[in-house]
Every structure is written in C-alpha cells, then in structure tokens.
C-alpha cells in the first residue's frame, strides 16, 4: 500500500504542474455542473422548437461514457511522458516491475472514473433511472478508461499526437448517440465499437430485464474484446 501510496501521490503532483491534465481531471465536474444547471434553463428555451428532455437520456450516455474517457486520456499522457523520459527501464528493475506499474497506472482512471460516474450521474438528475441497473453500466463504461490509455500509449509517440489522436476519438464516441435516434436493427453495425453499448444499455435501462441483461452482457463482451486487442497493440508497441 505504501508504493501505491508514493505513486499515487507522484502522479497528483505531475497531474498539477501540467495544466492541460488540470483541465482534463476536472473536466468531469464541469460537466456534471453544465448539465445539472444548464440544461433545465437551456430546455425551457427551446421549448417552442423541441422538447430537450427527449435527449436527456443521450446527455446522461454521453457524460456516462465521457469520464473514463478523460482519465483514460490523462494517464496515457503521463505513459507518454514516462516513455519520454526513460523511466520504464528503471521502473523495470525495482520491486514494482513494470508489469505492477502497468497494472497500477490503469487501475487508477478505472476506479476514479467509476467513482466519479457512480456518483456524479444521479446527482445530475436529469433522469430518473433504476440505480442498480446503472451500476453495470457504470462498469462498462469505464472499461473506456484503460481501453483510451492502452490505445493512446500504442499509437502516439509523444503527448502531441496523443492530443491530436485523442480529439479523434470523437468519431470513436458517435455510436454512443446511434441507439436514441434509430430502432433499425442497421444500428447493431456499429455494435463493433465499444461506445455502442454504453448508449444502448442506457437506453434499454427499462427494457424487461432479460432485454437489458443481453445488451449489457454484449457490451462487456465487446469491451474485453477491444481490451485484449489493446493490449496486444500496447506490448507489441512496448517490445
């Protein structure tokens, strides 16, 4: 406990002395704030044109699958900068190991961001949802946290092009949205993304439970697999 202590405590260190990870870490909260307090304001002015609440569940998706995103994001940064200054090798000979840095550094955005969404979405309240059913969801989604930083570790060389990968993964996020526009069984194309069954477990939150089960099972078993291919990604990357 005392070295993931010290790592622990390093690793807020590096994340204030950069501002772009600031920005990032707290993103979250801005989010959960933006939503909370704009949102009811911003739907009784479009109120004329259309009803936003519609869409609540699609916001609720979206900030669901956007926490994980950012952690993810933020210690595939730090990964970076440990590559760029060399300390894997001397990582690799201390009783850690790499393979418990490794472990350690993906860990941690897993379980911040699941106690952020777990947290942060109902106190939102744009929804009323079944808490126990968003437990799973939760988990899901932040499944997203080591997928972003494995990713993001394997195809950049610096922090630069994790920035510039990184605002490409809004492409990455759009099946997220595909399940509240359309009931064409065309959507389940893009059940080979991850971010797919984050929206559709969102939106069969209350579907009959054997529904909801199905669809939140597929997802988990599309973001192992995305996971695994990650991860083989990384370490050839690594090697």
């Not at 950069?18 to 959960?32: C, E, N, R, V």
């Not at 993001?152 to 490409?168: D, I, P, R, S, Y």
Request: with cysteine; net charge neutral; hydrophobic share 60%.
């Amino acid at each position: 406990m005392r070295k993931i202590a010290a790592l622990l405590r390093n690793d807020v260190k590096n994340i204030f002395r950069d501002d772009i990870l600031i920005a990032i870490t707290f993103a979250p909260f801005l989010m959960a704030l933006v939503f909370r307090f704009g949102l009811p304001p911003l739907r009784d002015v479009l109120l004329t044109y259309f009803d936003l609440r519609a869409y609540y569940p699609l916001v609720m998706s979206f900030f669901t699958l956007m926490v994980p995103a950012f952690y993810g994001w933020v210690v595939a940064f730090m990964l970076l900068d440990d590559r760029d200054e060399n300390i894997l090798p001397v990582i690799a000979v201390t009783p850690l190991r790499r393979t418990g840095y490794l472990a350690y550094k993906i860990a941690m955005p897993t379980l911040a961001s699941l106690i952020l969404v777990l947290t942060l979405a109902p106190a939102i309240g744009l929804t009323e949802f079944d808490y126990l059913r968003f437990i799973p969801i939760a988990l899901m989604a932040c499944m997203e946290a080591p997928l972003m930083t494995l990713l993001l570790t394997a195809f950049a060389g610096n922090k630069v092009e994790a920035l510039a990968l990184a605002k490409l993964d809004g492409i990455f996020f759009l099946p997220v949205a595909l399940p509240f526009f359309t009931q064409s069984p065309f959507q389940y194309i893009a059940g080979i993304l991850p971010t797919f069954w984050i929206g559709k477990s969102f939106e069969a939150i209350h579907s009959d439970i054997g529904t909801f089960l199905a669809v939140v099972l597929i997802g988990f078993a599309v973001h192992a697999l995305a996971l695994v291919l990650a991860f083989l990604k990384f370490r050839s990357r690594a090697d």
